[in-house]
């Protein structure tokens, strides 16, 4: 379908619809093309008709979060990409125990709020960057916990637009996965407990340090480009295959964490894409292990 066929779908959205919008800018890793057309509802039942007439006219749709997990294709992306960050979905509501919090809200924020509240749960989290919707399609987390384990329900919508809600015995968490298959997630309830805030501040310090140390955190990136395989580490078979500063154009491997790829000046996304390729191909060589993508490549 041709682009100016598919702007009459969005006919009447065009205050929150931009077409041609360059995706690149709204990642960490600050690389790749533009998405064919780039819509910021502004209401629950704006993004439901977004929803539906894309469903209606069968145009690719994605979810962008803080794009702190994704590398963009230089030549971008075909169809939809829809951005949470009007108010309406960067809600935060504390009702006792129970965190509501949009999926556009931002985590290192709720994380630090829930420190001063006095409310544990959460602060394993931080220094991860990301929204909410985010950390929950990608179960965030790292040694110390995940967020899967304080969610006790998701608000989500489907493909026609419909709001329905998934609670804990049908949700499952796993390492940087869910069962969530509903393409929106619009809200989550997290569950967190009354702890001291001091003690809580000493674990996100903690979180900090240990990440300050461990990763490249000031560079363009998109965190761990790889996941673990089972009872193995990524990053010690990387730099044990001797990768670390491996350089594809722009794109090196980092000398701190070797599960990083950071964008150097002048890189382009098919750098960090070939360099993935030689470091799968590596590693495989050498331990048989094919490695697969933490990071999602659109
Ligand atoms: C320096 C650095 C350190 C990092 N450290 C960690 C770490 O320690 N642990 C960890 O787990 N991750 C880490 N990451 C990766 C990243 O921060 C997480 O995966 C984060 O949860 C991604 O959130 P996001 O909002 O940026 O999602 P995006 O990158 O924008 O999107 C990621 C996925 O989530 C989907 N998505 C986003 N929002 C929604 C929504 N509302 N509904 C449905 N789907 C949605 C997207 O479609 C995509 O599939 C790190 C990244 C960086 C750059």
Redesign the pocket.
Same mark, same amino acid.
């Given at each position: 379908m041709s682009g100016k066929l598919r702007m009459n779908i969005f006919n009447g959205l065009e205050k929150i619809v931009k077409k041609d919008y360059p995706l690149g800018q709204s990642?960490?890793f600050g690389l790749g093309g533009r998405a064919e057309y780039f819509i910021r509802p502004q209401t629950i039942a704006q993004l439901a008709d977004v929803v539906k007439r894309c469903s209606e006219n069968s145009v690719p749709m994605?979810?962008?979060?803080?794009?702190?997990?994704?590398l963009v294709r230089d030549e971008g992306v075909k169809g939809t990409v829809i951005k949470?960050d009007g108010e309406e979905f960067c809600k935060v509501k504390h009702d006792g125990l129970i965190l509501t919090a949009g999926?556009g809200a931002d985590?290192g924020k709720l994380v630090l709020d829930c420190v001063r509240r006095g409310l544990g749960g959460i602060e394993i989290l931080a220094? +991860?960057?990301?929204?909410i &919707?985010?950390?929950v399609?990608?179960n965030? &987390?790292?040694i110390f916990g995940d967020l899967g384990s304080a969610i006790e329900s998701v608000t989500l919508m489907d493909n026609d637009g419909n709001i329905f809600e998934k609670s804990k015995p049908e949700l499952s968490f796993d390492y940087?996965q869910t069962n969530i298959t509903a393409?929106? +997630?619009?809200a989550a309830q997290i569950k967190l407990y009354e702890a001291d805030p001091q003690h809580l501040l000493k674990t996100v310090k903690e979180v900090w340090i240990y990440?300050k140390n461990t990763?490249p955190?000031n560079t363009k990136?998109?965190?761990?480009v790889f996941k673990n395989p089972r009872g193995m580490s990524a990053g010690a078979m990387i730099d044990r295959t001797g990768l670390k500063g491996t350089k594809v154009g722009g794109a090196v491997v980092s000398e701190k964490h070797a599960n990083f790829i950071i964008a150097e000046k002048g890189c382009k996304s098919s750098d960090v894409i070939l360099l993935i390729d030689t470091i799968k191909q590596q590693v495989k060589e050498k331990f048989d292990v094919e490695l697969e993508l933490e990071i999602?490549i659109w």
């Open positions: 990642t960490w994605r979810v962008l979060g803080f794009g702190s997990n994704l949470l999926a985590l220094g +991860i960057p990301g929204s &919707g985010g950390a399609r990608m965030a &987390g790292g940087r393409k929106i +997630i619009l990440k990763q955190l990136s998109a965190g761990c999602e």
